[in-house]
């Protein structure tokens, strides 16, 4: 089964759009903490939001999914955080461990593009 990369990328981009206005550059301590596993280019380009009273909504394509007998899919508001491209957006506090995790899937974005994430992210 398979659906339309593109629909997973205006996803991304989407979000990405939405969040990006209020999201913050990392902190002296975030960087600090990262700067031996990520380039300054990278960690000078990611924004952080935690968002409070708000939860990250599911894509807009899920019941198209669900129309193909798909029901095992991820649901936005459970997960810790998700990355829409170099906005990481988060439901709690960054831990080092989340932001580890978060700045790689945004380094992941850089390196391939993210039409190619889209295309090889789990929705297809």
Excluded: K, W
Excluded at 15 to 44: C, E, K
Excluded at 73 to 83: E, F, K, R, V, W
Excluded at 92 to 112: I, K, N
């Amino acid at each position: 089964m398979h659906i339309r990369p593109n629909l997973v990328a205006n996803y991304i981009g989407t979000q990405r759009n939405g969040y990006i206005h209020t999201a913050i550059s990392l902190s002296v301590d975030q960087r600090m903490a990262m700067d031996r596993f990520f380039s300054p280019q990278l960690l000078d380009e990611v924004r952080l939001l935690v968002l409070n009273d708000e939860r990250a909504s599911n894509p807009d394509f899920y019941p198209i999914l669900r129309g193909m007998s798909i029901e095992d899919l991820p649901d936005s508001s459970t997960m810790a955080a998700i990355t829409f491209a170099h906005c990481a957006v988060s439901h709690g506090p960054f831990s080092d461990a989340l932001l580890l995790h978060e700045l790689e899937r945004s380094r992941s974005c850089g390196e391939t593009g993210c039409d190619l994430v889209a295309q090889t992210n789990r929705f297809m």
